[in-house]
């Protein structure tokens, strides 16, 4: 296999994997910086009609240092929670670059938080008409522009879980109650600047571009102080080979034309923002595992690999059925499978972590059943690696379950240099907020 490299976007090779399990003990994560700069590059050049920004939604992987390169590259913040935010402001974040998009409502000691940063300059962004009530008289008063999420009615994501359009989800102010928010607002004296939509994760295109035609209906209809369309994320990216990757040109030409269009007719120039979470770091990560064991459940079973990350390393596949790229890497480093062109013969495989819990596999269809996937066969301690690991699995994962601990993170810097950017959990910090009675 050319150059051993596992995917052909990426500069991790096999040789990569070795010497990183060399340095650090798996399972962990390791990043490639290189690709998240690319993708972020990718996205600033976007087709745009009056400008754009590229908000990064940090719920994908909110770890310190790809913060930092992120924001090295001149992305803003999608955060979904105060804490998401605060984050960001750690990892060197401007209060003005974030947007924050959150089910949360600020009472108590968030309230206190939000204005102090609200009067730093982050941008709030109405997702209800509580929340519209709250934060109303503070943002009258200081004269401080809101954002207003809204409910489109319509939605689309790769699974029904990551539909966040849909009248079986409750992120934003319906579009039903959209002119009494707007009536409240008018009312307190309030200036909504921005129109957000997000309808999903991993969607269809063409939703997407649905999206942007009925945005800016809304726009015109309900929000005639608006300066900023927000497209929210969900660009879809490529992790097993015969997916298809959202073309960020042709969704940027099209937004571009109606942004246009809609300046012809009302005379509005509006500045685009778009969200991408997994777009910018989906491909970048890898989940680096070592085979433990190998099991079989009779002549009309399974083959079964146990590995020594499962589902409390990446829960995706049994949250969503997801599919991630499989790699067989042996322990000096040779490339003995791949997804990504023909490797020697393959046989079929389930790989498991080790959470005693029968979901607890890595290879599961969307109905949360076992398939196998075809890869060379490993010898014990060879290393299983998947692809597409840097979205929503360091992020998302239950990883205390079993008692087991955060694993580490490691990044491939873009001169090939490894290092370690979030050390592994230990059992004593598991437990150290335990009391005794
Ligand atoms: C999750 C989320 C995103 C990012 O979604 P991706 O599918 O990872 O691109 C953007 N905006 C909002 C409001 C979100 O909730």
């Not at 910018?280 to 146990?306: E, P």
Request: charged share 25%; with cysteine; net charge neutral.
């Amino acid at each position: 296999m050319e150059q051993q490299k596992l995917i052909p976007a990426s500069n991790v090779t096999a040789e990569t994997i070795a010497a990183a399990a060399k340095k650090y003990p798996t399972p962990f994560y390791l990043y490639d910086e290189s690709l998240i700069r690319d993708r972020c590059k990718e996205l600033r050049d976007m087709p745009n009609a009056f400008g754009l920004k590229v908000r990064y939604g940090m719920k994908a992987n909110s770890s310190k240092a790809l913060l930092k390169i992120i924001a090295n590259e001149g992305l803003g913040i999608d955060a979904a929670s105060l804490n998401e935010a605060k984050r960001a402001m750690m990892a060197g974040f401007g209060a003005e670059e974030i947007l924050l998009t959150t089910q949360e409502v600020p009472i108590g000691e968030d309230r206190r938080d939000l204005e102090d940063m609200m009067r730093g300059g982050l941008n709030y962004n109405v997702c209800s008409l509580r929340q519209l009530e709250l934060v109303a008289d503070f943002a009258g008063k200081n004269k401080i522009p809101l954002s207003m999420r809204v409910h489109p009615g319509v939605g689309s994501g790769a699974s029904s879980t990551r539909n966040t359009g849909d009248k079986y989800s409750c992120f934003g102010v319906h579009l039903s109650v959209v002119k009494e928010a707007m009536d409240m607002a008018k009312e307190k004296g309030l200036v909504l600047k921005r129109v957000h939509v997000h309808i999903g994760s991993g969607g269809d295109p063409k939703v997407w571009k649905d999206n942007i035609d009925r945005e800016l209906s809304y726009l015109e209809q309900y929000f005639p102080g608006a300066e900023t369309i927000n497209f929210g994320g969900g660009f879809k990216e490529r992790r097993m080979p015969e997916e298809e990757r959202a073309d960020i040109k042709a969704l940027g030409q099209y937004a571009k034309e109606r942004i246009e269009g809609f300046f012809k007719r009302t005379g509005r120039k509006l500045f685009m923002e778009i969200e991408p979470g997994t777009f910018v770091v989906a491909m970048a990560g890898f989940l680096v595992t070592r085979v433990l064991d190998k099991k079989n459940t009779g002549s009309d079973g399974f083959q079964f690999l146990v590995v020594d990350g499962g589902m409390e390393t990446n829960t995706r596949p049994l949250l969503y059925g997801s599919r991630h790229p499989m790699f067989v890497v042996s322990t000096e480093g040779t490339l003995l499978s791949g997804e990504y062109g023909d490797g020697p013969a393959k046989k079929p495989f389930v790989v498991v972590g080790r959470c005693c819990e029968s979901g607890d596999a890595l290879t599961l269809d969307d109905e949360g059943k076992i398939v196998e996937r075809n890869m060379a066969e490993p010898q014990f301690d060879d290393y299983l690696v998947l692809g597409g690991c840097g979205a929503y699995c360091s992020s998302m994962t239950p990883f205390n379950y079993n008692s087991h601990t955060q694993i580490p993170e490691v990044l491939q810097r873009a001169n090939g240099d490894l290092v370690l950017i979030r050390k592994a959990q230990s059992l004593a910090q598991v437990t150290q907020n335990e009391l005794s009675i």
